[in-house]
C-alpha cells in the first residue's frame, strides 16, 4: 500500500530485549514507503548491533552526541529537523523517565529535547518487565509524558523474556506499523462512534450443514480500520469471517442475520454512525433440524422451505428516525447489474441518506473494488482502488455529510 511513502521517521532504539523486535519493525517501515534514520542508546546496543539496523535502514546508524561525520557536529538538531515522527521502539523504563525529566545526556534524548515540538511528534513503544510497567513510577511517568504531548503506544500482554507474564512487553512490529499509519490520518471521526456489520451471514439447515455466500468482509474489516483510524470508537460486528480484528476495534462475531440484528441492537444505543456492509442473508430455512439430515437409500431429497430474515439497516433506519440524536445510516448494495438504477431504488427503500453500491461478483474475496456512492442528490464515483484506500475516502465523506447536517 505504501501507506507511509514520503515521509521519514527517526526510529530510536533504547536498551531492552524488544530491540530484536525492531529489526522487523525498521523493515516494515522502508517497505511501507518510509525512509528511516535509526538512532541508537549504548544500552540499545548491548542488545542489536547497529550494522544490522544499518543494513535494514539503509543508513549510517547514529548512536554518540560528539559524532565528526556532521559538519556542524550537531546531530541532535540536524537528524530531527527533517523528521515527520521520532518513533521510540523500544522505549524501556529508564529513557521513559528521561523523557519525562527533560534530561539530555546522550543522542537520542538529547534529540527528542531538541526536537521542534510543533512539526515532530514524539511516539513512543514502552517495553519492560510487568512490574516496572506496573511501578506507580512508570505509571507516573506514562501519565506526564501523556500530558507534554507524547504520543504513548499500548503494550502488549503475555510472556515475557524475564520468564514471567503480564503487560508490558512491547507490541508486535506489524501492531506498531498500523498504530503508525493511522497516526498520521486526518482525524475526522473524533467523537463518534462507528458501527459496522461486515461479512456474510450463516443460516443452519443442520448442524452441520447451512447456507451463506461469498462475502470475505474484507470492505466492512477495511471500513472499521478506517473509521478507528480517523479517531472514532468502533465496533464491528462480524459475520463468519477468518480476517484478523482491525487494531483497536471491537468485535462481536455472529453467525445467522438474527444474530446480527441482536447484536447491532445491543450496540446501537451508544452509535452515531451505522455502516452496513454485511451480505446478510435475505432468507433462512424454516426450520433448522436438530440433527443431521440422513440420505435414506431412497434418492429422496431434503424439502427445504425458507422464511425471510429481517432487514437490519431498515430496521435501523427506521427506528432512528425522528430521534433527536439520529444514527447516521449507511447502506451497501451488491447487485450483479443495474448497479445507479438498483442503488437509488435501494436508498429508497432502506430509507437511508448514503447508499453505496458495487457490483458484488467483482469485488467478493478481492482486494480492491469500485464505488458508486448514491445520495438525493444524484451519484459519485470512487474509482477502483484497494479496499482500504475507498473506506479512508467513504470515511472522511461520511464525516463531511454528518457535520454537514449538524
Ligand atoms: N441488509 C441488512 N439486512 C438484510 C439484508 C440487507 O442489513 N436482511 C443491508 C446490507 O448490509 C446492505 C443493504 O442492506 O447494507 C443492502 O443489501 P443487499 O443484499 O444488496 O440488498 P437486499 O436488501 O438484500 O436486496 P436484494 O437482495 O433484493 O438486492
Known sequence: MNDLAGKHIVLGLTGGIACYKAAELCRALVKEGATVQV??????????????MQALSNRTVYGSQWDAREPNNMPHINLSREAD???????SADFMAKL??????????????????????????????????????TRRNVAQLVSDGTTVFDVGTGDQACGETGDGRMLEPNELLDDLIAFFQPKTMLGQHVLVTAGPTYEAIDPVRGITNLSSGKMGFAIARAAREAGAQVTLVA??????????????????????????????????????????????PAHAADQKIKKDGSGATPQLSFVENPDILAAMAQSSRGQSRALYCVGFAAESEDLLANAQAKRLRKGVPLLVGNIGPATFGQDDNAL???????????ARDSKLSLARKLIADTATRMSARG
Not at 127 to 132: G, I, K, L, Q, Y
Open 239 to 284: 459475520g463468519p469471517v477468518s480476517l484478523a480484528t482491525p487494531r483497536g476495534v471491537h468485535r462481536v462475531d455472529v453467525r445467522s442475520a438474527r444474530d446480527m440484528l441482536h447484536a447491532v441492537q445491543e450496540k446501537a444505543a451508544a452509535a452515531t454512525v451505522f455502516i452496513a456492509t454485511a451480505a446478510v442473508a435475505d432468507w433462512r
Open 39 to 52: 538512532v541508537m542508546t549504548q544500552a540499545a546496543e548491548q542488545f542489536i548491533t547497529p550494522v544490522t
Open 100 to 137: 519525562v525529566q527533560g534530561r539530555a545526556d546522550d543522542l537520542l534524548s538529547l534529540m527528542c529535547l531538541a526536537r521542534p515540538m510543533d512539526t515532530v511528534p514524539l511516539l513512543i513503544a514502552p517495553a519492560m518487565n510487568r512490574e516496572m510497567w506496573a511501578h506507580p513510577a
Open 372 to 382: 458508486l456512492l448514491v445520495d438525493e442528490s444524484g451519484a459519485r464515483e470512487l
Open 85 to 91: 515522527a521520532i518513533l521510540l521502539a523500544p522505549c
